[in-house]
């Protein structure tokens, strides 16, 4: 069976993985199993370019096809802000919480809320070529406080315009049929035969 790395220490985020490509007959580990390996510099200014990064480097240094991905939020009336920043967005240092705090903050007196979250998809063989890359969306409104305590990240404050109701409030199950991950996934569970 092939091995692939899915470039992430998360294990919420490769059982994720793992469900969504259970029909493919594929290993996948992550990089908990190569611990000695550095974690790059992400300086893309979009998330498929941070994406690309990742998977190159990854599967570079692990000797196997990599899949990367980079996601983030972006509010319209921010003009994308906090996209590839979602996750430092309130410093470097951030968590959820900070990050929740501020976006909040910066959306007081804006009424237009839509906003999205976009992921970006590459995969990479060990010589360092881009085999293939997919983008999943999820559109959504950005709520004026926090709903629901599922999920991580900004999904308390995500109005998912598909489910009606807030990541927040959403199960995995949920969350995976709609999800911009799930989405990016997929697309690439279909074009799987082709380029592997």
């Given at each position: 069976?092939?091995?692939?790395?899915?470039?992430?220490?998360?294990?919420?985020?490769?059982?994720?993985?793992?469900?969504?490509?259970?029909?493919?007959?594929?290993?996948?580990?992550?990089?908990?199993?190569?611990?000695?390996?550095?974690?790059?510099?992400?300086?893309?200014?979009?998330?498929?370019?941070?994406?690309?990064?990742?998977?190159?480097?990854?599967?570079?240094?692990?000797?196997?096809?990599?899949?990367?991905?980079?996601?983030?939020l972006e509010v319209q009336t921010?003009?994308?802000?906090?996209?590839?920043?979602?996750?430092?967005?309130?410093?470097?240092?951030?968590?959820?919480?900070?990050?929740?705090?501020?976006?909040?903050?910066?959306?007081?007196?804006?009424?237009?809320?839509?906003?999205?979250?976009?992921?970006?998809?590459?995969?990479?063989?060990?010589a360092g070529k881009i085999l293939?890359?997919?983008?999943?969306?999820?559109?959504?409104?950005?709520?004026?406080?926090?709903?629901?305590e599922e999920g991580f990240g900004?999904?308390?404050?995500?109005?998912?315009?598909?489910?009606?109701?807030?990541?927040?409030?959403?199960?995995?199950?949920?969350?995976?049929?709609?999800?911009?991950?799930?989405?990016?996934?997929?697309?690439?569970?279909?074009?799987?035969?082709?380029?592997?």
């Amino acid at each position: 069976m092939q091995e692939l790395v899915i470039a992430t220490t998360n294990d919420g985020k490769l059982e994720e993985f793992k469900e969504l490509m259970k029909e493919m007959k594929v290993e996948l580990k992550s990089l908990k199993d190569w611990p000695e390996i550095a974690v790059p510099v992400e300086n893309g200014k979009t998330f498929a370019a941070n994406a690309r990064q990742k998977a190159v480097y990854y599967a570079k240094k692990t000797g196997k096809i990599c899949i990367a991905d980079d996601s983030g939020l972006e509010v319209q009336t921010l003009k994308g802000e906090p996209g590839v920043r979602s996750a430092r967005y309130a410093g470097e240092e951030a968590d959820d919480e900070a990050n929740n705090k501020l976006l909040l903050q910066t959306m007081k007196f804006h009424m237009k809320r839509t906003c999205r979250f976009r992921c970006a998809l590459a995969v990479a063989n060990p010589a360092g070529k881009i085999l293939a890359e997919t983008e999943g969306i999820c559109e959504g409104m950005l709520l004026h406080d926090k709903v629901g305590e599922e999920g991580f990240g900004y999904d308390p404050l995500f109005w998912s315009t598909e489910l009606h109701k807030s990541l927040g409030e959403a199960t995995m199950e949920e969350k995976n049929e709609i999800s911009h991950r799930s989405k990016a996934i997929k697309k690439l569970c279909s074009m799987w035969e082709k380029i592997k």
